[in-house]
């Protein structure tokens, strides 16, 4: 049976980053991406802009996760609620959660 390997978005943010270590501790091998990589033992950290689908879809082709915590957005204070990234962000996700499935993840 192939290892159980984990993609989490946004894993430098307010919750991608707690996601990590308890990851570890169930077993998963962990791949973080973010923008900023913190020092953690036991994480492969990715730097992609996952605006960019065609970096996303070599990311998940490169690592294969079987399992997707998606953190990343656009959250700049005051800004996010009505920001057009939200847009961008939102066909982001709808591509990196279709690519997912089509290459195996659950």
Not at 89 to 101: E, G, I, P, Q, R
């Amino acid at each position: 049976m192939a290892a159980s390997r984990v993609l989490v978005t946004g894993a430098s943010g307010f919750i991608g980053r707690h996601a990590l270590e308890p990851l570890n501790r169930l077993g998963f091998e962990v791949h973080a991406v973010a923008r900023h990589a913190i020092e953690q033992a036991n994480v492969h950290w990715h730097a992609v802009d996952l605006l960019d689908s065609t970096s996303t879809r070599t990311l998940l082709e490169s690592i294969r996760p079987t399992h997707l915590l998606h953190f990343a957005w656009y959250a700049e204070h005051g800004k996010f609620w009505t920001s057009p990234l939200n847009l961008e962000w939102l066909s982001a996700t709808t591509s990196l959660l279709l690519d997912f499935v089509e290459l195996g993840g659950k």
